[in-house]
């Protein structure tokens, strides 16, 4: 995630990211520019049409135009704050069951609390890889060979660590070094646990529907095909500009709501969940000091 200070206003304006809108833009806004400048060069010195009002039509298609992309940046965003309000959630609730275990479990087991409190860091990093589809074993700490082994063959790598704090807090529990009442104060945490990958998993695996995205695409197709033609008529060389400033903004909007509808991965302006799955680790081992 690209990290800014937002009040530096003429920064902003004067610099080009690296995935910047305009840097992928750059070559159909010059190919676009240059089919309005024939146009415009043909119908001043051959063509000469003398149509009234012919930008009406991108007038009103404009209009409407703006309204979808409204629809489509909104509904994209809310993805990605969706998404960072589960990993807020994955924060706090990690945070709480180290605390509770360090709590609840006498300092004489000093191993069980460790290894309890590598699992839940292990659960925060494994998710991060899982929803973007990949794996990091170099990431995680393990008990054994044996463990690491164990987790590398799991298909669902979340679960597999959730079930192993899972069984660890039983263990505990038969061997009375926790109570009935105790797992019951736990539950609430390690139950959020599986509660934020489902959560995740619905906005990674719910793309925005075919239909709505093709429809969109076609429209703003269409928009822009056919704006030299008409701009040209009436604006004269300053087309030119006109033309590319308005495919600049709507293209960029849909560039824009691509990026973070998926907000897991690894673009420019997707959830920052490396530096959240640290801050997990770091709050674990702190709190349960190791």
């Known amino acids: ?13 004067f ?4 995935s910047d809108a305009f840097r992928t833009l750059f070559p159909s806004m010059l190919a676009l520019c240059a089919v309005t400048a024939v146009f415009v060069y043909l119908d001043i010195n051959y063509l000469k049409f003398e149509l009234k009002n012919s930008t009406f039509f991108h007038q009103v298609i404009g209009f409407v135009l703006s309204m979808l992309l409204v629809f489509r940046i909104n509904t994209a965003y ?10 807020g959630s994955l924060v706090n609730n990690s945070r709480n069951l180290a605390l509770k275990i360090n709590s609840l479990v006498s300092d004489e087991y000093r191993e069980e609390k460790k290894q309890l409190g590598i699992l839940i860091s292990n659960y925060a990093l494994s998710l991060k890889e899982h929803l973007r589809d990949s794996y990091r074993p170099d990431e995680l700490e393990f008990f054994t060979k044996f463990e690491q082994g164990k987790l590398d063959k799991a298909s669902h790598k979340p679960n597999f ?9 039983y263990d505990l529990h038969n061997r009375s070094i926790i109570n009935s009442d105790h797992l019951i104060v736990i539950n609430e945490e390690l139950r959020s646990l599986t509660e934020v990958t489902g959560a995740c998993e619905r906005i990674k695996n719910t793309p925005i529907p075919y239909s709505y995205s093709l429809y969109l695409k076609r429209i703003i197709f269409t928009y822009v095909v056919t704006m030299p033609f ?14 590319a400033l308005i495919f600049y903004t709507f293209a ?8 973070i509808e998926d907000p897991f991965g ?4 997707d959830l920052p969940t490396d530096e959240i799955s640290g801050k997990i680790k770091e ?8």
Do not use: C
Request: hydrophobic share 50%.
């Open 1 to 13: 995630m690209i990290t800014y200070e937002p009040k530096t206003w003429f920064k902003f304006i």
């Open 15 to 18: 610099k080009f990211h690296k």
């Open 78 to 87: 809310d993805r990605w704050w969706e998404g960072r309000k589960q990993w």
């Open 161 to 169: 660590v959730a079930n192993e704090i899972f069984k660890r807090l």
């Open 230 to 243: 008409a701009f040209a008529i009436d604006f004269g060389y300053l087309a030119v500009a006109v033309v």
């Open 252 to 259: 960029s909007l849909e560039l824009v709501s691509e990026e």
């Open 266 to 269: 690894l673009d420019p302006n």
């Open 283 to 290: 709050s674990v081992h702190e709190i349960l000091s190791f």
